[in-house]
């Protein structure tokens, strides 16, 4: 089973700070690797894909990174709709895997 | 609209059962291969099943195998997970979510809460 490993596990931000969160595998997976938003009691949406690959509607201050086992997630210019829980995902092998998650506080 | 609506969720006992159901609208369903994932209360993600558009591949997590079945009707745009034998570790929020294994899940369901407990 491919493990992945957020940091940090929470952070206090204010608004218009850079905000940068890792993602590591514990073997590589190319760039299958998924970033999701959720918000308190919401499901989680679908930020950014195969690791640098934006979707459609999900704000240009998201942005992602990286390959092999080290992963990167930007937001640019925190706003305070941010405030959420981030996951990263792999599909690289089965089991699917998601990370521990990473929790953003807007002061 | 896209959308993905999860029901069937509820209080049950420890060894009891449980059918879940996803009901999908806005696309061509038959097309999509569809996941459950649950999340604890207060805890992280977890993948517990994947089953293909026709539903010649089925996937499981090793802590559901055997005693979860994932299905799916596409002529009623529907997704199913029958769970026996529940134990209180099951406990959670049980969403559905659109993808392959090797995709991201770009469509997810509102959730519906499983709550084992005597």
């Known amino acids: 089973e491919i493990v992945l490993t957020q940091s940090p596990d929470f952070q206090s931000v204010t608004p218009k700070e850079k905000v940068t969160i890792t993602c590591r595998a514990s073997?590589?997976?190319?760039?299958?690797l998924h970033w999701y938003q959720q918000k308190p009691d919401q499901s989680p949406k679908l930020l950014i894909k195969y690791a640098s690959q934006s979707i459609s509607g999900v704000p240009s201050r998201f942005s992602g990174s990286g390959s092999g086992t080290d992963f990167t997630l930007t937001i640019n210019s925190l706003e305070a709709e941010d405030a959420a829980t981030y996951y990263c995902?792999?599909?690289?092998?089965?089991?699917?895997?998601f990370g521990q998650g990473t929790r953003l506080e807007i002061k | 609209e896209v959308q993905l609506v999860e029901s069937g969720g509820g209080l049950v006992q420890p060894g009891g059962s449980l059918r879940l159901s996803c009901a999908a609208s806005?696309?061509?369903?038959?097309?999509?291969?569809m996941n459950w994932v649950r999340q604890a209360p207060g805890k992280g993600l977890e993948w517990v099943s994947y089953?293909?558009?026709?539903?010649?591949?089925?996937y499981y997590a090793d802590s559901v195998k055997g005693r979860f079945t994932i299905s799916r009707d596409n002529a009623k745009n529907s997704l199913y997970l029958q769970m026996n034998s529940l134990r209180d570790e099951d406990t959670a929020v049980y969403y559905c979510a659109r993808g392959r294994p090797s995709y991201a899940f770009d469509i997810w369901g509102q959730g519906t809460m499983v709550t084992v407990s005597s």
């Open positions: 089953i293909s558009s026709s539903s010649s591949t089925i």
């Open positions: 995902h792999q599909s690289s092998s089965l089991p699917i895997t």
């Open positions: 073997q590589s997976i190319g760039s299958s």
């Open positions: 806005g696309f061509t369903f038959s097309s999509y291969s």
